[in-house]
């Protein structure tokens, strides 16, 4: 069996892969940039919504040209599309731009989810390293996450020096262009293309194949349905820390920086949350790895929506207080980043092997269809009260977790 450091080349550009894409410096701001362009939240809901629905329609063909086809090439346009969203982001002045600006994410974000994590795994298995997926994933995550903070840090000078906020998604496509040429430098290995003809009726008769395996394999369906929802849950409110801070900072006149006005406390406040938000959480991913060798996976990932529920019912009650504020959105993002790579380990280790990133696609995409229905109404809920959207989004995530139990209770029993 290899060991890892023979493999730390690609290793090193697996976690560069992962800091340079989370290198989109408008992130913390976007809320902010639709709502000053003149959106409400319900319509920020919409365009979410028309996001996930473009990730919901490609997700699954998307996984099954990267199986077939070639995962390198598939990333290469993924990043493409990612290039020609952040340039209708600076040039849209209206709800319909900005919808083909979330369209073109949503092409970006089909493309390459469940690619990378795929090409992990084969990686791994295919050079028989002694190392676990969990701990190989967590790390590449973890640098995602460290690119995240960099970006939130940088990005509070840039939101600060450059005229306008949109200018952020011009230097956002910098980091892409380096994406798509480091893509281009992995071994031909990891493009794994089966195929080189494209083939109407066989691509279709992969798509189905696929749904009808992830659904049929018990333990592979539970496992993407438990994770979708989750991923769901978290994106549903993961960005409502904009709007909050905002919120709170104008009712109480927080100016920390003196040498700064009021609107400029409020952006350097976001950023720096952000920042330390995604840095504890790239500890968590790093060392979740750990925790999986020491607990029952299928009780700690749910005892994942317990912790979140309550959380989420904790904020709503406190969100007139800054600490509280911050400390339940570190909490949440440590859940996460705690429960996907064990989440991503399991379903790699259930999944068919040439089916794995058709199943990983749809895992997205079934996260995909229930923020369609969850953005719009989050986003209303959130027009009218903060602290309701909160109170709604804990009390689902204790109903999952108490119906989990009770299904698994149940699933006990049966085989005494």
């Known amino acids: 069996m290899a060991n890892l450091k023979d493999f730390r080349l690609q290793i090193f550009k697996f976690e560069m892969y992962g800091f340079l894409k989370s290198l989109m410096f408008f992130e ?8 000053i362009s003149g959106l409400t939240l319900f319509q920020v809901g919409l365009l979410i919504s028309i996001r996930e629905i473009i990730i919901y329609i490609f997700e699954i063909p998307s996984g099954v040209i990267a199986d077939m086809y070639g995962k390198k090439a598939e990333l290469i346009m993924c990043f493409m599309f990612y290039i020609m969203s952040f340039l209708m982001f600076f040039f849209a002045t209206s709800f319909g731009l900005f919808a083909v600006a979330m369209i073109l994410f949503g092409l970006g974000e089909a493309f390459r989810s469940g690619t990378h994590k795929s090409m992990i795994m084969s990686f791994i298995e295919k050079n028989d390293i002694g190392a676990s997926k969990t701990k190989v994933y ?33 230097i956002s496509i910098i980091p892409f262009l380096l994406n798509m040429l480091l893509i281009a430098s992995y071994p031909k290995s990891l493009n794994e293309r089966r195929k080189t003809n494209f083939n109407l ?15 049929k394999a018990k333990n592979v ?42 609107e400029e406390n409020l952006k350097i406040y976001i950023g720096l949350i952000y920042a330390f938000i995604y840095l504890i959480s790239s500890l968590a991913s790093r060392y979740s790895y750990k925790v999986a060798k020491n ?6 990932v749910n005892i994942m929506w317990f912790l979140s529920g309550v959380v989420a019912l904790i904020l709503s009650f406190f969100l007139n207080n800054l600490i509280i ?34 199943v990983l696609s749809i895992e997205a995409q079934l996260a995909s269809i229930l923020l369609v229905i969850f953005a719009p109404i989050i986003g209303f809920l959130a027009d009218q009260s903060l602290r ?21 209770f149940k699933s006990v029993q049966s085989k005494k």
């Open 388 to 408: 309701l959207m909160f109170i709604v989004v804990g009390v689902m995530m204790l109903s999952i977790f108490l119906f989990n139990q009770i299904y698994n």
């Open 28 to 35: 913390p701001y976007l809320i902010i940039y639709l709502t």
């Open 221 to 262: 369906r539970k496992l993407v349905i438990d994770e979708g929802l989750y991923q769901a849950g978290y994106k549903s409110i993961k960005d409502y820390i904009q709007p909050v801070i905002i919120a709170l900072s104008i009712t109480a006149g927080l100016v920390a920086f003196t040498n700064f006005t009021e």
């Open 138 to 170: 967590g790390q590449t995550r973890a640098m995602s996450l460290i690119g995240s903070m960099v970006m939130s840090i940088i990005a509070i000078v840039f939101v600060i020096w450059l005229p306008e906020i949109k200018y952020l998604f011009l």
């Open 325 to 358: 504020i911050f400390l339940s959105f570190i909490l949440i993002y440590v859940f996460l980043n705690l429960r996907k790579p064990v989440m991503i380990e399991e379903i790699g280790n259930n999944s068919d092997q040439t089916k794995r990133a058709s």
């Open 201 to 215: 009726k066989e691509f279709l008769k992969q798509n189905v194949e696929s749904v009808k395996y992830t659904f």
């Open 295 to 300: 607990v029952n996976h299928y009780s700690f």
